[in-house]
DNA sequence: GACGCGCCTTTCCATCGTGGGAAGGTCAAG
DNA sequence: CTTGACCTTCCCACGATGGAAAGGCGCGTC
């Protein structure tokens, strides 16, 4: 099974099974000795799949090592994975409480904006106050989503 | 007032202050001759308290690009501004949805969980499964945080 | 006058996961 | 033999931020 066949059979991109093969994720593929093409078999493209829903629960790929190792091991403790789990999810809630701060007054000044011609906004009024955001009983903190 | 002075008056990295002058969010500071130093003065902080809390409330440097030139026009209309603000709180509903159902189903996976010693452990299984995120009712998109 | 400390300057590199594209090899069908 | 679909590697870009290197300048102290 060449790249692609193993792209479209994990919903994976091709592009990506490279890097995650470059950066370790998964184990270098075999390669057709004649081509240098990658070949994949079915355990290759259950790795993948098991990849792809890991990354739509938000893991990163380092904790998607972690996961893969687990799954691996058949003598795993379950705690082990579950404690990867709740890390993430406690990693979530973080973020979603800091968006959701940030949402939540956001929404409070647009309500108080008549938005219509004239150029009174308390939006920019805030805005240009420059508080510190822990200043007025606010918590979001200053770096929201990964960067 | 040094680029260290009008970093510590704005709470703005002296980092970052050289960045959004690069990225041409504010006009590039005026130079000192000999020094070749640039100089700040008590209008540029406020700009820089302004960036700083509007990227607090997760505004990205395009959307303060729009907001500071509202900010210096005087016949601005609110509208605009308010237009601006409701897409951000929707970009944010919609990030925190998928982060919120990337948390409900990690929440219910763990909740089933033993935890312990033993192997056996829903949140693999599920993993396992593969199945693509919208498979099951499930409905988080694969990219819910920026990248 | 020499030295060190602190500040400033620019430039390059790394993050994290993903896509885009170039330049070139391989293969099968027409 | 050509065309087109596939594969390979390598480089670049994103966004906002920090880090580090290498060097210039100014002030205070010996």
Chains 1, 2 share one sequence.
Request: some cysteine.
């Amino acid at each position: 099974m060449n790249i692609g066949h193993a792209s479209r059979a994990s919903g994976v991109s091709a592009k990506m099974i490279r890097y995650y093969e470059q950066v370790g994720l998964i184990r270098p593929a075999e390669r057709s000795e004649a081509n240098n093409y990658r070949s994949f078999d079915e355990r290759n493209v259950n790795e993948l799949r098991f990849i792809r829903r890991a990354r739509s629960l938000g893991f990163s790929v380092d904790e998607i090592t972690n996961l893969l190792s687990l799954w691996r091991d058949r003598a795993r403790p379950s705690r082990d994975v579950k404690a990867i789990a709740d890390q993430h999810v406690a990693e979530l809630e973080g973020r979603i409480a800091e968006m959701q701060a940030m949402a939540d007054t956001l929404r409070h000044l647009s309500g108080c904006c008549a938005g219509d011609d004239r150029p009174d906004c308390p939006i920019l009024a805030d805005l240009a106050s420059g508080d510190p955001p822990a200043g007025r009983g606010r918590r979001a903190a200053a770096r929201p989503f990964g960067g």
